[in-house]
């Protein structure tokens, strides 16, 4: 009689036994099948994270190196000046030739006078008759302003126009409603007095408008207020405030896991005094979003492992079990010239058909369970289950079925092992 057809009828006769072992290994599959999907669900939705947060570094000086500071003492006060190599073009473009940077945005910031005639946004009057506050303006130069910390984190939001090619600024609607200024007319910048740089004449490009929340507007000066903040190009900037460089340059990544490494590549680049600037990386929301997902991840992997350990045990002890009342038909077998050999491949065939219903039956009710199993593990189901669509249902099963098939085999050579030992007349004589 062929192997297969006798562990077929072994199965059928068995049903007890064969339900129980059902049970089990459909328990079993089940949470295999989870807990490999919760492990791909974790990993996708990392890289969801990744995609959409993005991540970056910043260069600026490096004011805790000693070296690179002078302190000085001006009007009885201590002042710490950068003397350092600046942060100029060469510098700029050596980083920027870097693979894995996608953007960049050069910092230039100041403080400049606005034209006499044209009026500052004021809600307390305290400096209104003060020559210097009721002209004084916050510059913030950039090789591209919504680039700028204020855009991206929507402190303000452009609203029209926009600032490229040229001498160009973006200013506030309510700056610009307050002195009937539109797209395409000049302003006057100025240096203050005592600083180096050169009187700027830009065109305004654009208008935003303040979304942040400002606190004590009741006793700020116009100069600390975001509707009187001024958004210049590099080349102005430059001109206004009589620098060679930027005061810091923020790079863009596209994948925030990179960034570490990215800095770390950066510092091998010759030509460049290193010491004289600090790299800070900007990965502090792609963290904090992916380090529930890592150690997620992680867990996953570990339960799986305990999983197949778990699995093995269970099934050995079971067949071991069972085996004890299959000692006279493995005698039999024996003795009537079926190999060893042939007795485990028929042992592994009968509880392979048990294992592809079970795993049949974990297929048909994972999809219906698996919402409310994300649900109960990440709370809201709606970013893993985008993630899940990313997810081959194929896959999941066949590397399944293909760890089941090692962990039954090796349950099947565990429980045998004792009876494989055994010769036929060893087994009969403790059966007798």
Not at 171 to 187: P, T
Not at 240 to 265: C, K, R, T
Not at 368 to 376: A, E, I, R
Not at 379 to 385: H, K, R
């Amino acid at each position: 009689m062929p192997i297969w057809k006798r562990a077929y009828l072994y199965v059928r006769r068995k049903a007890g036994k064969s339900v129980l072992l059902l049970l089990v290994m459909l328990l079993l599959f089940s949470f295999v099948i989870v807990g490999m999907l919760l492990h791909h669900a974790a990993g996708l939705a990392m890289e969801q994270v990744r995609q959409n947060l993005g991540g970056g570094f910043r260069i600026a000086p490096d004011m805790q190196n000693r070296e690179n500071v002078m302190i000085t003492e001006v009007g009885g006060q201590t002042r710490a000046a950068y003397i350092g190599a600046p942060i100029d073009e060469t510098l700029i473009q050596a980083v920027w030739a870097k693979d894995g940077i996608n953007a960049y945005n050069a910092v230039l910031r100041g403080e400049v006078y606005l034209q006499e005639d044209l009026t500052l946004i004021d809600y307390n009057g305290i400096y209104r008759d003060d020559p210097v506050a009721a002209h004084l303006v916050s510059v913030e130069a950039d090789t591209d302003p919504l680039l700028s910390a204020a855009f991206q984190k929507e402190r303000v939001k452009l609203t029209c126009g926009e600032l490229s090619g040229g001498n160009g600024a973006i200013i506030s609607e309510a700056l610009a409603k307050e002195n009937g200024l539109r797209i395409g007319d000049e302003v006057q910048l100025s240096p203050r007095e005592g600083h180096e740089g050169t009187a700027t004449t830009v065109k305004i490009k654009g208008l935003f408008t303040v979304e942040a929340v400002q606190q004590n507007t009741g006793a700020a000066a116009p100069v600390h207020l975001l509707e009187n903040k001024i958004f210049i190009d590099m080349t102005s900037g430059r001109a206004l405030m009589g620098a060679v460089g930027a005061d810091y340059v923020d790079f863009f990544i596209s994948d925030p896991a990179q960034v570490h490494q990215i800095i770390e590549e950066l510092k091998t680049i010759d030509g460049i005094d290193w010491n004289c600037f600090a790299l800070t990386a900007s990965v502090d929301e792609y963290e904090k979003a992916a380090g529930p997902l890592l150690s997620m991840r992680e867990l996953t992997g570990t339960l799986l492992t305990i999983m197949a350990a778990v699995s093995i045990a269970v099934l050995s002890l079971i067949q071991t079990l069972f085996n004890k009342s299959r000692q006279h038909e493995m005698g039999i077998m024996l003795s009537a010239g079926i190999s060893k050999t042939d007795i485990l491949v028929q042992r592994f065939i009968e509880i392979a058909m048990i294992a592809v219903a079970a795993l049949v039956l974990s297929a048909c009710v994972i999809p219906l369970s698996w919402p409310l199993v994300s649900k109960g593990v990440y709370g809201n189901t709606s970013g893993i289950m985008g993630a899940m669509d990313g997810i081959s249902a194929v896959s999941v099963l066949a590397v399944t079925a293909g760890c089941g098939i090692l962990v039954l085999l090796l349950s099947i050579i565990l429980s045998s092992l004792g009876a494989i030992r055994s010769n036929p007349k060893e087994i009969l004589s403790k059966l007798s």
